[in-house]
């Protein structure tokens, strides 16, 4: 890989870092793309989908349904009476 094309990419990461997940507008994600979006692990996002039956796999490829993972996602939302606990 070129310099260039490392610059692009290390662009790009930095550009989705700063989105907030519900501003990115894709049917569909890839755990590695997720890792990125949600700031979270590898493990955590196939753990999350397999939780929301939004993983598929097609042979060795796994993507996931952003809608789908992002209804179950919203359960883990803290609000302030968990806050306290």
Same mark, same amino acid.
């Given at each position: 890989? @070129?310099?260039?094309?490392? &610059? /692009? $990419?290390?662009? #790009?990461? %930095?550009? #989705? /870092?700063?989105?907030?997940?519900? +501003? *990115? =507008?894709? %049917?569909?994600? =890839?755990?590695?793309? !997720?890792?990125? *979006?949600?700031?979270? !692990? =590898? !493990?955590? #996002?196939? +753990? /999350?989908?397999? %939780?929301? +039956?939004?993983?598929?796999?097609? !042979?060795?490829?796994? *993507? *996931? $349904?952003?809608?789908?993972? +992002? &209804? $179950?996602?919203?359960?883990? &939302?803290?609000? @302030?009476? =968990?806050?306290?606990?």
């Amino acid at each position: 890989m @070129s310099l260039a094309e490392r &610059k /692009l $990419n290390h662009a #790009i990461r %930095e550009r #989705i /870092l700063a989105l907030d997940p519900s +501003d *990115i =507008r894709v %049917e569909y994600f =890839r755990p590695d793309e !997720g890792m990125m *979006i949600y700031h979270v !692990g =590898r !493990g955590v #996002i196939m +753990d /999350l989908a397999e %939780e929301a +039956d939004a993983l598929y796999r097609v !042979g060795r490829n796994c *993507i *996931i $349904n952003k809608e789908l993972f +992002d &209804k $179950n996602f919203q359960k883990y &939302k803290v609000t @302030s009476e =968990r806050k306290h606990k």
